[in-house]
DNA sequence: GTTTAACCCTGCACGC
DNA sequence: TGCGTGCAGGGTTAAA
């Protein structure tokens, strides 16, 4: 899950689930679910920390979401590659999976199901939020209104790095992965192992536009559900932005652009997808 | 500073 | 049919 599918989640909490005050709080009995808790000793470490409370605001910041509580403590959820959030209630079979439930005093509850467990859930106090070191390092969210393209290009020529990799590391710019830096990178007409520091003005311009226009495109079509990646949203509908991808996942079919043959090249282990004629 | 590979984990596609 | 293998990916970490 990126920046636009984690956006679009806490969108969806914040209009079904602020206000609503959490009754229990259970972590599931199974090993992984531990995982997902792995910051905290022990289950009740956890538990104790939300129920009998109340979820008052949603933030996000890159791909983490933040559920402040009235309590002073935020619930800090990262979903990695196959975490999300269902809502429920008590007639709804938990999927497999189910790694942690919130029962709401009224109104069902909240799943968070991770198949793949790299998704992680921690409580802190909110004041202590500039100590966790993930949320520290994270770099601007190319949605804030201060992340500006004059910005932009001092950073970028700060780096000798291919585009690509550079644009997932989160302590760059924070919220791309791996599909949405291929669509920023066709979307700006540039390479995946352009360097950094080679860029005209022009094509930083035209970079940092496009890094905001296909963010907000996806999050206008709410995310991207691909087949093998079922992402779906807190009521557990599919995105549509599968359907815009232009090269992602599209090796051998035409450039909706240019109609050449879309190509897929590794690097460093995870894939890139390009059009050659259209990228340079 | 940059680059690469390995690791965490499960489900699925694939080939034999 | 059924099994083993490889791959997918977000992020961290160690090593080159």
Redo the contacts with the bound molecule.
């Keep these: 899950?990126?920046l636009p599918e984690v956006e679009v989640m806490r969108r969806d909490l914040d209009r079904d689930v602020v206000g609503r005050k959490i009754a229990t709080a259970e972590v599931r009995p199974s090993k992984?679910a531990m995982?997902t808790i792995r910051r905290h000793d022990k289950r009740k470490d956890f538990t104790s920390r939300l129920a009998g409370h109340k979820i008052s605001k949603t933030d996000r910041r890159?791909?983490y979401v933040l559920l402040s509580l009235d309590s002073g403590d935020v619930l800090v959820v990262?979903f990695?590659?196959?975490g999300q959030f269902l809502r429920g209630n008590k007639r709804t079979a938990l999927p497999?999976?189910t790694q942690v439930v919130l029962t709401f005093n009224q109104g069902g509850d909240l799943r968070f199901v991770d198949?793949?467990?790299?998704g992680e859930m921690f409580v802190t106090a909110s004041d202590e939020l500039g100590k966790v070191k993930?949320l520290q390092?994270l770099a601007i969210d190319p949605l804030d209104h201060v992340f500006t393209w004059q910005a932009f290009g001092n950073t970028l020529a700060e780096?000798?790095?291919?585009l690509k990799?550079l644009l997932?590391d989160?302590k760059f710019i924070s919220g791309l992965?791996?599909?949405y830096s291929d669509e920023v990178l066709f979307h700006a007409g540039l390479r995946y192992d352009r360097m950094s520091d080679s860029l005209s003005s022009q094509e930083v311009r035209r970079l940092y536009r496009a890094i905001q226009e296909t963010l907000q495109d996806a999050i206008r079509f709410r995310g991207t559900t691909l087949?093998?990646?079922a992402y779906v949203d807190l009521f557990g509908k599919p995105g549509e932005y599968q359907n815009e991808l232009k090269v992602y996942g599209r090796t051998g079919q035409p450039c909706r652009r240019c109609r050449s043959p879309i190509v897929m090249v590794k690097?460093?282990?995870?894939?890139a997808y390009l059009c050659p004629q259209c990228q340079s």
Excluded at 115 to 118: A, Q, V
Excluded at 159 to 162: E, G, L, P, S, V
């Design positions: 899950m990126e992984n995982r890159g791909k990262h990695g590659m196959s497999a999976h198949p793949r467990t790299f993930e390092h780096h000798a790095t291919k990799p997932m989160q992965g791996n599909i087949d093998d990646e690097l460093s282990g995870r894939s």
